[in-house]
């Protein structure tokens, strides 16, 4: 008579006896995933296939590995200097309305270098004192005409060169002037003056950078600046100030800058007759400063920024200079830490 054997729906499942022997069967355990063994058998798998692929193709196996170790190295090239490749780009600007770039055929940057606000209702008055606020060391007789002078010079400059840029520089700085700038007030002068007969050569491409507080930002915000105007960066810069500021600019900072001397240039004119021994003395004062500090981080040079600022003013950069983006980032928020190695400026020559 066969033996039926009773299942119990209620028992694990293959739990129950077989049939055949009549004897209980023991469950069968499920096996849990485990993602390390998946991963070390799918490792064996492959590696046994390419052992196997190169023994019948070895040249072919020798490529594909050459060229997935070059792939990798290109990566880790490409990631460790594409700040640079970034930095070396030519960007483009939003064309205007017409179609065309804003600026887009200026190459070399002419700047002028603010001193003082003008605080006059009328710009008719531009070589007199009292049209201008004055610090202590500056209220002598004719420093008002040295302003007009270094207007009147960055146009002549700007004038001889149409792939130039005319940028006057120079921030809110005085708190007693009220919220004015130095380079609007220098723009504003030159207009009443009409640009000093070259007002078509000139005013289109005469321009303000309203942030900087000390000599440095002069010319690093006017970099900036030209960099957010015309895409690039110039390929030549001209500095227009008193003539003894040229061991500041044209060794000190442009160093600091790392921008090419040979393409650096500087335009001095002559400080007040009656100022001229004590700003000389000064001088000395603070190319020292700088040559300890060349980016003005600390110390006299970084109170003199702070106190130049009294209208709280959030300086742009680097939203219109991305490449400048960790210097201006580390002067500003971490200066300690900031030791520059390499340029931080790269001519490029466009056609």
Known sequence: MPIYAHFDSDSESGAGLDLELGVQRRPRRRKSFSFSSWARKMFQSVSRQLQMHYKLRPFFILC?????VCGLLFLVVFYDNFD???????????????GTLAFRNLRNLVMVAGHAVYTS??????EGEDSWFLESYQKHPGQASTFVEHIKTGVEVAA?????????????????????????????????KDWFGKREDVRDRSLTEEHARDSFENLLFSVCRFREITGTYPINITVVSYDFKEYRFANLHRSALQF?????????????????LAAQQGELRVQGNFERDPYGCEGSLRMKRLTRDPFLRTVPY????????????????????????????RVEQRP
Do not use: M
């Open 64 to 68: 594909l590995s050459l060229a997935f």
């Open 84 to 98: 640079g490749y970034h930095f070396s780009r030519d960007y483009e600007l939003e064309p205007r309305n017409d």
């Open 121 to 126: 209702s009328s710009c008719s008055k531009a």
């Open 160 to 192: 001889q060169d149409e792939h130039s840029l005319l940028l006057f520089s120079g921030g809110e700085t005085r708190k007693e002037a009220g919220p004015r700038s130095e380079a609007q007030s220098y723009w504003l002068v030159a207009e009443s």
């Open 260 to 276: 090419p001397a040979s393409r650096f240039f500087f335009k001095g004119t002559p400080s007040a007759p009656s100022s001229i």
């Open 318 to 345: 680097p939203a219109g200079c991305p490449e400048l983006k960790e210097y201006i980032h580390s002067n500003f928020l971490n200066p300690d830490k900031f030791k520059p190695s390499i340029p931080l400026i």
